[in-house]
């Protein structure tokens, strides 16, 4: 099954392709029924989305905005902006993708208190009828001096997760044991692939759904078990994301239709 019978592309995955026009149309003709956008730590001074524009695209598509992706700096010191966003989109699950490296916490009691920062976002952002979830890469499944995962110490937060298995598997980690873990507590999961050996190098060793070797007819029920809330489509650096969205679109509904 596609949960809500929704499917959503990253816009993450088409910022090299600038004609916003062009991907609205291309992903609603490849059949999805929502974006998922992103905002940088600057928009308010550098947007890289025309919100007015994609609200008016979108909907002339027939495409909802259900979530979208902000910096954690601007949530935290623009949450008035991030809040009229949302409102302006009709997106109510707000996922915070990122941490630059100089920013991770290097032991526990750093990302204790990481987590305490996601809490405190959490509630702020409820406040303002919004959901706030994290989205991970690998470096929350890497162990800690003390044996711990980032991940767990996030979680007990009480946040929801929006989970990459894609990364959670090149961290060296088993996507379904994760999934089994935190189910009922995912919000929305980004669905991509890891290019097979040798192949993918220009394009950050990521592929197009399907042809990669992520074991997506196992880790699809998976998912769907645990509670997903939504399926976006993603592609870290494609040289094509209108391949990306086709071929994502046709492999998604074809897992999802299967008994």
């Keep these: 099954m596609l949960p809500n019978d929704d499917l959503s592309f990253q816009l993450f995955s088409a910022r090299a392709f600038p004609v916003l026009e062009e991907k609205i149309w291309t992903l609603a003709n490849a059949g999805y029924t929502d974006v998922q956008p992103y905002f940088n730590a600057d928009h308010a001074i550098n947007p890289t989305i025309d919100v007015a524009a994609l609200k008016r695209l979108t909907a002339s598509h027939g495409l909802s905005i259900k979530s979208a992706h902000f910096d954690i700096s601007l949530i935290e010191k623009r949450t008035e902006l991030v809040t009229a966003i949302c409102d302006r989109l009709g997106a109510a699950l707000v996922v915070a993708p990122w941490l630059e490296p100089s920013d991770r916490p290097v032991d526990a009691a750093g990302w204790s208190r990481m987590a305490d920062r996601l809490s405190a976002i959490s509630e702020l952002l409820a406040s303002n009828g919004l959901e706030f979830s994290w989205h991970n890469h690998d470096f929350e499944f890497v162990r800690l001096p003390d044996g711990q995962y980032p991940m767990d110490i996030l979680m007990a937060s009480g946040i929801t997760w929006e989970p990459d298995l894609a990364w959670i598997t090149l961290a060296e980690q088993d996507p379904t044991h994760w999934l089994r873990r935190y189910a009922g507590r995912l919000s929305a999961l980004h669905v991509?692939?890891?290019?097979?050996?040798?192949?993918?190098?220009?394009?950050?060793?990521?592929?197009?759904?399907?042809?990669?070797?992520?074991?997506?007819d196992h880790?699809?029920?998976?998912?769907?078990?645990?509670?997903?809330?939504?399926?976006?489509?993603?592609?870290?650096?494609?040289?094509?994301?209108?391949?990306?969205?086709?071929?994502?679109?046709?492999?998604?509904?074809?897992?999802?239709?299967?008994?």
Excluded: C, Q
């Design 192 to 216: 991509k692939d890891i290019a097979h050996p040798g192949n993918g190098l220009d394009e950050g060793g990521f592929a197009a759904l399907g042809e990669g070797s992520m074991p997506w």
């Design 219 to 259: 880790l699809w029920p998976v998912a769907v078990e645990a509670g997903i809330r939504l399926a976006v489509i993603e592609h870290d650096n494609p040289k094509d994301y209108r391949h990306v969205a086709y071929r994502g679109a046709t492999t998604l509904r074809a897992l999802a239709s299967t008994k």
